[in-house]
């Protein structure tokens, strides 16, 4: 078990990330006629980033040989009541920055769930990770986290 006080330096080791992302998620879905619910984060979130290593890693990834060292948590707005998810990922040598990006955004535009636009920005370093916490490790997706 990780103290409390050292997830961030325990997830800081996945990789050096390059982008953080925030991804918008639909409160109700209209054409299944469905609301979100929290048990619906981790198979969205792993859809997501199976279609994000297919893409930057073709066969490599479907070989189990490849993947993107990721960090992923969920949480629901407080103000908006808005589920969504924050990444930090760390963009491949071989791809430049926007080639990335473009990877990054495909899959968001075929998510069922997805709202809005996705947000990319630059990885800020450990107090991103602190942000995706906010202080409690329950929020991280440790099935959606991996060290490529």
Known sequence: MIPRHEYHHYFSSFGNFTDSVTILLKKQHSLHETYWRDELAEPNARWYLDRLNK???GRQYL???KSLPVVTSYEVG????RPHFHM???RPKHL???KF???????FQAMDWAYGTIDIRDYTGDPFIRYI???DFEKILVSC???G
Do not use: D, M, N, V
């Open 101 to 107: 990006h473009q990877f990054l955004r495909k899959p």
């Open 63 to 65: 070989g189990g040989h």
């Open 55 to 57: 893409l930057t890693y």
């Open 78 to 81: 407080s103000k908006t009541s």
């Open 88 to 90: 930090a990922i760390e």
């Open 133 to 135: 916490c906010k202080g």
């Open 96 to 98: 430049r920055k926007e």
């Open 145 to 147: 986290c991996t060290k």
